[in-house]
Nanobody, 115 residues
Framework: QVQLVESGGGLVQPGGSLRVSCAASGIIFSRVVMGWYRQGPGKQRELVARITSGGSTYYSDSVKGRFTISRDNAKNTVNLQMNSLKPEDTALYYC?????????WGQGTQVTVSS
């Protein structure tokens, strides 16, 4: 059974930093494309960043230069370091795993950027 468990969300002031993490189990993590999505209030879920098994990364234009995705295949974890946070980054952040044509999701962790 595949499980993705996010952690690290919280409240941060504009301009601040936060790191969210995702621990995966039940999959061969080193072969999986991992990603972070988010869904803000009244918005559709959108892709934030993605990292392949080989370490290639993709970022949406809205976070490029501010967010960094990384993975630790030995620990089955993927992290999203978020810097220079803006109020519009406020959202529920979801961990995503894609493998063998299947997509798996975590429950999400809330990130709120507010003064």
């Amino acid at each position: 059974q595949v499980q993705l468990v996010e952690s690290g969300g919280g409240l941060v002031q504009p301009g601040g930093s936060l790191r969210v993490s995702c621990a995966a189990s039940g999959i061969i993590f080193s072969r999986v494309v991992m990603g972070w999505y988010r869904q803000g209030p009244g918005k559709q879920r959108e892709l934030v960043a993605r990292i392949t098994s080989g370490g290639s990364t993709y970022y949406s234009d809205s976070v490029k230069g501010r967010f960094t995705i990384s993975r630790d295949n030995a620990k089955n974890t993927v992290n999203l370091q978020m810097n220079s946070l803006k109020p519009e980054d406020t959202a529920l952040y979801y961990c995503n795993a894609e493998t063998l044509g299947m997509a798996y999701w975590g429950q999400g962790t809330q990130v709120t950027v507010s003064s």
